[in-house]
Nanobody, 124 residues
Framework: QVQLVESGGGLVQAGGSLRLSCAAS????????MAWFRQGPGKAREFVAA????????YYSDSVKGRFTISRDNARITTYLQMSTLKPEDTAVYYC?????????????????WGQGTQVTVSS
């Protein structure tokens, strides 16, 4: 089992940057594949980025590729989402998620553990 806690959300202007953190705790908390999802008002939960257990492989949605970077620390306790060149359409509640599944997935259904979410608002 693993517990996830996000932090770092807030209000930023378009073109600005923000760094989200997801701290994991619990038994074997460093043995999970991690991902970030987001959900805007009236929209379905959307895949943003994922990272392997080792941190060597990363994946991004087309909408954020080149602007966002997912990473994790060497101890694999904290997962980060560095967001730059933010746009108003990036406004959403951002969630980190964890899975023990072996393979990369963009589907929320394949992630068993979720944080509480953190609000990111990008103003024009």
């Amino acid at each position: 089992q693993v517990q996830l806690v996000e932090s770092g959300g807030g209000l930023v202007q378009a073109g600005g940057s923000l760094r989200l953190s997801c701290a994991a705790s619990g038994r074997t908390s460093n043995s999970y594949r991690m991902a970030w999802f987001r959900q805007g008002p009236g929209k379905a939960r959307e895949f943003v980025a994922a990272i392997s257990r080792s941190g060597e492989r990363t994946y991004y949605s087309d909408s954020v590729k080149g602007r966002f970077t997912i990473s994790r620390d060497n101890a694999r306790i904290t997962t980060y989402l560095q967001m730059s060149t933010l746009k108003p359409e990036d406004t959403a509640v951002y969630y980190c998620a964890a899975t023990t599944n072996l393979y990369y997935s963009t589907s929320p259904d394949n992630y068993s553990y979720w944080g509480q979410g953190t609000q990111v608002t990008v103003s024009s």
